[in-house]
């Protein structure tokens, strides 16, 4: 079964730092553009970075640029996101995602506040 | 980056009528490559995205063929012939010729 599953939410203070990461099963990983997609609360998507099967491409949203980092392992078939300098904007479930958005994981929520 | 708008943001609609969802990017999403990289997702509540259609009009896999798209260079129109019940839920167009990429704010479907 094809799956992505997102881990390494949770409580952060404003300016601190998570590691979120997503495992892949089921499909080749090293194969595929991934992504990380999130959404606030009550609101809409936002795409916030992607990779390149080999990591040589990365792109990233403006609002994150500078703060966050995609990377992935395509031998352990996992994709990362390290988030630092945490905002209160932050605040959002994170998906990760692959390819052109076929297949999605159920969600990791971080929540920035004091 | 490209701007995605998607008009109406709420369709209330009487079941088994027809429901269409209008997006339009900022520039043109016709990629260098000669495709277009315009998708339509759906998020029923309480659930993450489900990607529908890919490159305009291309249902993916399982999609039911009441749900179809249409567009071409700036706009694009996501169908649905006969709205069901477990169609409630958001829609997204969303872009990805160009990186990063960006979706609409979504379109609420709901029954009336």
């Known amino acids: 079964e094809v799956q992505l599953v997102e881990s390494g939410g949770g409580l952060v203070q404003p300016g601190g730092s998570l590691r979120l990461s997503c495992a892949a099963s089921?499909?080749?990983?090293?194969?595929?553009?991934m992504s990380w997609v999130r959404q606030a609360p009550g609101k809409g998507l936002e795409w916030v970075a992607n990779?390149?099967?080999?990591?040589?491409?990365?792109y990233y949203v403006d609002s994150v640029k500078g703060r966050f980092t995609i990377s992935r392992d395509n031998a352990k078939n996992s994709l990362y996101l390290q988030m630092n300098s945490l905002r209160a904007e932050d605040t959002a479930v994170y998906y990760c995602?692959?390819?052109?958005?076929?297949?999605w994981g159920k969600g990791t929520t971080v929540t920035v506040s004091s | 980056d490209i701007v995605m708008t998607q008009t109406p943001l709420s369709s209330p609609v009487t079941l088994g009528q027809p429901a269409s969802i209008s997006c339009r990017s900022s520039?043109?999403?016709?990629?260098?490559?000669?495709?277009?990289?315009l998708s339509w997702l759906q998020q029923r509540p309480g659930q993450p995205p489900r990607l529908l259609i890919y490159?305009?009009?291309n249902r993916f896999s399982g999609v039911p063929d009441r749900f179809s798209g249409s567009g071409a260079g700036t706009d694009f129109t996501l169908k649905i012939s006969r709205v069901e019940a477990e169609d409630v839920g958001v829609y997204y167009c969303?872009?990805?010729?160009?990186?990063?990429?960006?979706f609409g704010q979504g379109t609420k479907v709901e029954i009336k």
């Open positions: 490159k305009i009009s």
């Open positions: 520039q043109s999403l016709v990629h260098s490559d000669g495709n277009t990289y």
């Open positions: 990779i390149k099967q080999d990591g040589s491409e990365k």
């Open positions: 969303m872009q990805a010729t160009q990186f990063p990429g960006t």
């Open positions: 995602a692959r390819g052109a958005m076929d297949v």
């Open positions: 089921g499909f080749t990983f090293s194969s595929y553009w």
